[in-house]
């Protein structure tokens, strides 16, 4: 699944080197909305946040049993999806539930990230974070740049590839910000979360 996982990522990174970043815009009533994006080389394209619904990275050799019955504990209205040996997807029922969930999930052992799932604006395509980055680096950045970036950023390369690397994220972080700081380094060509995604380039 994750060698899929990858080819169908790479093949939306050659549509649109990406970043994700927010923006804050205010309606006729003058309220501020924050909107999410990433780049297509410089056109910005816009994500919503899908409600009451998580994605939950696990660490390695998590017992899926176990950590289905303490989130049950914590939201009895959950449902949880394994998507595979250690990422979940978690439906809840409203917003205080899944409140609740998040605040359980950043206090614990097993758990290693959490992000919420994003849909494109203008599609159905879902959006789940693994909680790693696939970054390329510009042509003639040494390595001892590019260790630096992942000091910085405090993460850990957990594959290198030809054209990209594979970048797990420290425990707790956000993978689309961390995604945004190497972008905005001016080091890269292309940074962006790795997705379990809908998309279909063709």
């Known amino acids: ?74 939201a009895p209205h959950s449902q949880m999806a394994w998507l595979d040996s250690n990422n979940a997807v978690v439906t809840t029922n409203s917003k205080a539930e899944n409140g609740n969930v998040i605040q359980f999930l950043q206090s614990a052992d097993n758990v290693y990230t959490w992000h919420p799932l994003y849909r494109l604006e203008n599609g159905e395509d879902l959006l789940i974070s693994t909680g790693h980055l696939v970054v390329n680096f510009l042509p003639g950045i040494s390595k001892e740049s590019q260790n630096e970036l992942h000091k910085k950023h405090r993460t850990t390369v957990i594959a290198d590839y030809d054209m990209y690397s594979v970048l797990r994220i420290p425990k707790n972080g956000n993978a689309i910000e961390t995604a945004n700081r190497y972008y905005e380094s001016g080091l890269v060509q292309f940074s962006t979360p790795d997705f379990f995604s809908t998309f279909n380039p063709f």
């Open 1 to 74: 699944m994750r060698t899929l996982l990858i080819v169908a990522l790479f093949e939306l990174i050659l549509l649109s080197a990406s970043s994700c970043e927010k923006e804050t815009t205010t309606s006729s009533s003058q309220t501020s909305v924050e909107r999410i994006y990433y780049y297509a080389f410089d056109e910005k394209i816009y994500l919503s946040i899908v409600e009451n619904e998580l994605i939950v990275n696990y660490i390695e050799g998590v017992d899926k049993e176990k950590a289905t019955l303490f989130l049950n504990r914590v």
